[in-house]
């Protein structure tokens, strides 16, 4: 409250009172007190009289605009001009008052405070909107970049391994020709069938190069034996891979789920896995799949030092960011939870569509045991 008069500052917070208000307010007369006052706490509204000696409601308008606050800035007067008043609004008041009809300041107050919600939530969705931007431009890079990445460590495979192999099959099938030219003598069989067996190996190895590249860009278990399947083999894999124990609870037998929906799930669980190798520092993952209702529910947790919060939407998250809209995608969501030191868990809920085939749930007439977790060996 820009205010010198005390009687007058008296007659303001009583009305605000009568109108259910609890002020909790400061008093200033000059721009050094309004700018400490500015600095020493969150302030809802300020109410200023237009005129003081030497300060007063106009400059203390500038003062608040230069230091780019929006907060309710409403003029009380004893005598206000129309010109004054005009002069005012122009430069940011968001309303003016005369000090002998204060019956009209709790209704401007509670009018302010609301507008001022507004723009506030209108600047948050603004900036959650921009954000949301940079991070989709970010995601698109770093999916560009994973690309390129991958495009240039298959081609390494191919041209290191593949090339090798079959500058081998040349030079070998040249040493064969050879051999094979018209001589003086008889041809001596056994070298040949030893070179024949030592491209036949190469050849193996080739096969499994080949079978290698093409599951690691999608595992053909995938589309034939369906999520579950996928999913147990991958888990299989990453703990031979790595090391890390990883213990699957699968809740689910069987699941009528669309290509899309199964290979979304599968690839956040392969991000989730990576993502544990690389920071969790962990020696143990344990991941559970079940069905609720119409939402298939992944659940992974790990036992490693646990996600900062800060790192949930940095800027280098892009992985997780990655997941969220693969689930997005299909109207789900992933909630990640970290504890320092207590590891961390990703949740994934992902909505199944209905679907005629799918089993029904009949009710038992006993007690069923638990299913037992599932250790991938």
Known sequence: MVEDSEPDAVLVLEELRRAGYTPDFERVTTARAF???????????IIADYSLPGFGGMPALSLLRERGL???????SGTIGEDQAVAAMKSGAHDYLLKGKLARLAPAVERELRDARVRRERQEAEQ???TSREQLRALAAHLLSVREEERKLIAREIHDELGQSLTGFKMDLAWIRHRLQPGDGEIDRQPLLDKINEMGTLIDGSANLIRKLCTELRPGILDDLGLVPAVEWQAREFQ????????????????NLDPERSTALFRIFQEILTNVARHAAADRVTADLRRTGDELILEVRDNGKG????RLSGEKSLGLLGMRERALLFGGQVFIEGKKGRGTTVTVTIPMLPSPAAPKTTKSAGPR?????????
Do not use: M
């Open 307 to 310: 996600i900062e919060p800060a």
């Open 369 to 377: 045991s638990p299913r037992q977790p599932r250790i991938a060996r």
């Open 240 to 255: 031979k891979r790595t090391g890390i124990e990883c213990a699957l609870k699968l809740e689910v037998a069987e699941l």
């Open 128 to 130: 959650d909107l921009r």
């Open 35 to 45: 700018l400490k006052a500015l600095d020493s706490r969150k302030w809802d509204f």
């Open 70 to 76: 929006d907060l309710p800035f409403i003029i009380v």
